[in-house]
């Protein structure tokens, strides 16, 4: 039985970045989490593993990251708003089930805490990855946080990105903001927009598993409700169907990155400071926006 007084910890907050990220997840609706150790998301399945069943959700430490991505994206189909967290090594194993995800359109969140080969170092190295790592054609949704409060905040956009566009989405984290411990605000319930994936209005007999509405995205059945679907990595038509036929490639590729490419006004999340008489414009993201900002403030 769910918690809703648990799950919102509503109010102000001397937080670890870390678990600003559970947080974040938990008001987003997360109910199901997968995890394998790696420093430094290590605070993240921890205090997830503590949190999540308190609130009726799920939590299943993985034998390793590819189990991890496999199990968030099998919840996903289930109709689980699912996530798994991890760090630089640990996001390299998980580009195969990325990719899975990605072709068979299934909304989850990946937390990537980036640090250095081998060491606990602050990096943003995998910025390549994130954004080209599984194979074919795609586009990513990646959220760069700069602060704990971003953290959180990013963590639910995350969520209501990947739900109402059917993606996996990235939030990434790096060690600075990880393990630093900032100023944190979570809002009332009823103050945080909650998106939820759209499910099918015709009968089992009528559906289409990838025929896509307006915006490209095709309503998504939960495994049980008596809907047919093959959720395959191969190339497959709006019935499902795989097909090797190249119009049919074309077709899916083009439709997987049109959902997004067509809705960036919605999905772009940009600041900008100081901007309106400047000749010089530093862009940066994530911890990286701290010493720009202040060196803008500075100037």
């Known amino acids: 039985m769910e918690n809703i ?8 907050h001397f937080m670890l970045g870390n678990y600003a990220v559970v947080e974040g997840a938990l008001a987003a609706g997360c109910d199901f989490f997968a995890g394998y150790p790696i420093t430094p998301a290590n605070e993240i399945s921890e205090r997830m593993s503590e949190r999540l ?8 430490q993985s034998e390793d990251e590819l189990c991890s991505i496999y199990a968030v994206t099998g919840a996903s189909l289930c109709g689980a708003k699912a996530m798994t967290a991890t760090a630089s090594a640990g996001f390299n194993y998980m580009q195969e089930g990325l990719g899975y995800a990605t072709s068979v359109e299934a909304p989850c969140v990946i937390v990537d805490v980036q640090r250095c080969r081998g060491e606990n170092y602050a990096t943003q190295s995998d910025v390549m990855q994130m954004r080209w790592g599984p194979s074919g054609d795609y586009e990513a949704v990646v959220l760069a946080p700069s602060s704990v ?3 959180f905040d990013h963590t639910v956009e995350a969520f209501n990105l990947a739900e109402k566009y059917r993606v996996p ?4 984290s790096e060690t600075t903001i990880a393990l630093m411990r900032e100023d944190l605000t979570i809002p009332e319930p009823g103050e945080i927009d909650i998106e939820n994936r759209k499910k099918p209005e015709v009968t089992p007999e009528e559906f289409l598993p990838f025929l896509p509405d307006e915006r490209g995205v095709p309503p998504m059945p939960e495994f049980g409700e008596g809907y047919h679907t093959l959720y395959s990595l191969n190339p497959h038509d709006a019935e499902g169907n795989i097909s090797w036929d190249p ?4 077709d ?10 067509n ?3 919605d999905i772009l999340m940009v600041e900008e400071f100081y901007t309106d008489d400047a000749e010089v414009i530093l862009v940066a ?10 060196r803008c403030f500075k100037s």
């Open 53 to 60: 069943p308190r609130v009726g959700g799920k939590f299943l």
């Open 263 to 265: 809705n960036l006004d």
């Open 169 to 172: 989405t990235i939030v990434m």
């Open 247 to 250: 119009d049919v490639f074309e």
């Open 252 to 261: 899916m590729y083009e439709r997987e990155r049109g959902k997004i490419q």
């Open 285 to 294: 993201y994530g911890s990286e926006c701290r010493p720009a900002l202040r």
């Open 5 to 12: 007084e648990e799950r919102y910890m509503s109010g102000r």
């Open 149 to 151: 409060q971003e953290l």
